[in-house]
């Protein structure tokens, strides 16, 4: 027979049975499951959704003390104990308060910004009076939350602020090009007490600040004199991987960056302007890198080091106009030898343009208690443009290059142009205007300066005791200090070539460069110079040395170059460096 026996559907129905109750479970558990995410869901409040936390989310009306009520966050919500009207007022929206579980869900967080703004619409919300306050809370609000990184300045707004701004460690410090933090008028502060500075006296790691605008408001506190360390920008001390970029500071009494027993410190893209000091101060620090800034120095130097090595100058232009207190050098670089030495013996200056400033374009010094050779040693100085350096009225230790105490500096395919004094010049600060003993006072013999493959042309005698200045290169020291000169190219320096140093090999002739008085420092065609420079010499058993491998190396920087010269200033270096 086909038919199925009785006890065969019973079994077939038993199974139905089963698969049926097994179906009816799951959507059971489906359906609980489904309503507990609601549930969990309804806890969290829509601003601080992943999708919802965004900027404009952000705003005062989302996150501001009157949507923090007991309406908003009942006790279904959140429970009782945690969040009572008397933990959501004013008062308590600390950093103490402002923690992960009581504003954000660990797993909704899609932003590691929070934002200050003065227009209502931000994490916190400025008002001009004061407003390091609401900064500072954004700044320790990220300091104690490691997901987050960054403080952010909407704009445009200025933030007025009446004391100091503090910055943790791990931190971005960024804001819009049209937020602006000025110190208040009449601000009255402390010797060096700084507009922003370390959140710990013992030190912060990996700060970064950016993008806004720094107004030292010196109008507003004319009380106070420029460059005796009063109202700082921005100082540091004991303070690693620090990076300073595409910042406007201006019209201050103090430094930009003033930073202190630090080491990997990044300072460029920044316009500097009418500073009280320095543009960047570093004391006592190592690896430092300054590049592609614009600086007008005002009171003193636009890039200055001070007992510190593994140092690059680059890329940056230098300048000043012409105005009571208009500045020192361009660029200062000074060994004080103290207790214990502190070499200075790595560094390289290059590819700036340094012009009409009132000290010397470049200051380079040594000093203090006696020191080894090693201590302060192997400057290299190339490729950089001086021109119109010198111009102070009653200086006398001017010139494209100042220099006195370092040993076997290297000055090197340079163009140096109507610069007072000297070009190059060894000299330093005398007299009683001067409270300090700039005397050199190195143990190891001679200080040599090389000065090759450089034009030097134009040089003017100082404005203050003219006399025996207007030289190409200058020796004031012959006793103690010598130049090496190789292959350097002068003409029209209104005294003469040098005095107290000679050469052998320099030719005298005019460098054919193409427009001068536009500061175009090309050469054409047909110049003395190209070709004419010295090049280092290979022995023989170095040529035989070479591999393949270097060779390919060499072509590669060959291709580098060639590319380079796109533009001006690479032409200029290219041309420059066959002197």
Request: glycine share 6%.
């Amino acid at each position: 027979m086909n038919e199925k026996s009785p006890g065969s559907i019973l079994k077939i129905m038993e199974k139905i049975g089963v698969s049926i109750l097994i179906f009816l479970f799951l959507i059971l558990l489906g359906m609980f499951v489904l309503f507990t995410m609601q549930s969990y869901s309804s806890s969290i409040p829509s601003n601080y959704t992943q999708s919802n936390f965004t900027q404009s989310n952000l705003s005062s009306s989302n996150f501001t003390q009157s949507n923090f009520t007991q309406s908003n966050f009942t006790q279904s919500s959140f429970t009782q104990s945690n969040l009572t009207p008397s933990n959501l007022t004013q008062p308590n929206f600390t950093q103490a308060n402002l923690t992960q579980a009581n504003l954000i869900q660990s797993n909704s967080i899609p932003n590691e910004t929070v934002y200050v703004a003065g227009d209502g619409k931000g994490d916190f919300n400025c008002d001009g009076i004061d407003d390091q306050i609401e900064i500072n809370k954004a700044l320790a609000y990220v300091a104690k939350n490691p997901e987050f990184t960054t403080v952010y300045l909407k704009g445009p707004n200025t933030y007025v602020i009446s004391d100091k701004i503090l910055i943790g460690s791990d931190t971005t410090l960024e804001g819009d090009p049209t937020a602006v933090i000025k110190l208040k008028d009449n601000a009255d502060w402390l010797h060096q007490r700084p507009l922003i500075t370390q959140m710990s006296s013992f030190g912060n790691q990996n700060i970064t600040i950016t993008g806004f605008e720094i107004d030292g408001n010196y109008e507003g506190n004319t009380e106070k004199m420029r460059g005796d360390g009063y109202y700082n920008l921005i100082y540091f001390i004991n303070c690693d991987n620090i990076h300073v970029c595409n910042m406007y500071m201006h019209d201050s009494h103090g430094d930009g960056l003033k930073i202190k027993d630090s080491k990997n410190i990044k300072y460029h893209d920044n316009r500097i302007y009418k500073l009280g000091h320095d543009g960047l101060y570093a004391i006592e620090c190592q690896n430092i890198e300054a590049w592609n800034n614009n600086m007008r120095c005002k009171t003193n130097s636009a890039l200055r080091i001070w007992n510190s090595n593994h140092v690059k100058f680059h890329d940056n232009i230098i300048y000043t106009e012409f105005e009571d207190d208009a500045g020192g050098p361009g660029i200062q670089i000074q060994y004080i030898r103290t207790s214990e030495a502190q070499p200075m013996n790595d560094i390289e200056v290059y590819n700036n343009t340094i012009y009409d400033t009132y000290g010397p374009g470049i200051w380079l010094i040594a000093f203090g208690e006696p020191y080894s050779k090693t201590e302060a040693q192997n400057v290299h100085i190339h490729h950089n443009i001086f021109y119109g350096c010198g111009t102070h009225r009653t200086y006398d230790w001017l010139g494209g290059i100042v220099t006195s105490g370092f040993y076997d500096t290297l000055i090197e395919n340079n163009v140096f142009d109507a610069n007072y004094n000297a070009a190059v010049v060894y000299t330093y600060p005398t007299g009683s205007r001067y409270d300090t003993d700039f005397t050199p006072k190195g143990i190891d013999g001679n200080y040599t300066t090389i000065v090759r493959n450089n034009i030097i042309t134009n040089t003017l005698k100082r404005k203050y005791s003219p006399e025996g200045t207007g030289y190409g290169v200058i020796d004031n020291f012959p006793e103690t200090h010598s130049f090496v000169l190789e292959n350097n190219c002068l003409y029209n320096n209104s005294a003469g070539n040098y005095p107290n140093c000679t050469s052998t090999t320099d030719i005298y002739a005019d460098p054919l460069f193409v427009n001068q008085n536009e500061h175009d420092y090309c050469l054409k065609p047909n110049s003395p110079c190209i070709g004419a420079g010295y090049t280092l010499p290979i022995s023989l058993e170095e040529s035989e040395e070479k591999t393949t491998e270097s060779i390919e190396s060499e072509e590669k920087n060959i291709k580098s170059i060639e590319s380079e010269e796109k533009n001006i200033k690479s032409i200029i270096r290219a041309f420059i460096s066959q002197i």
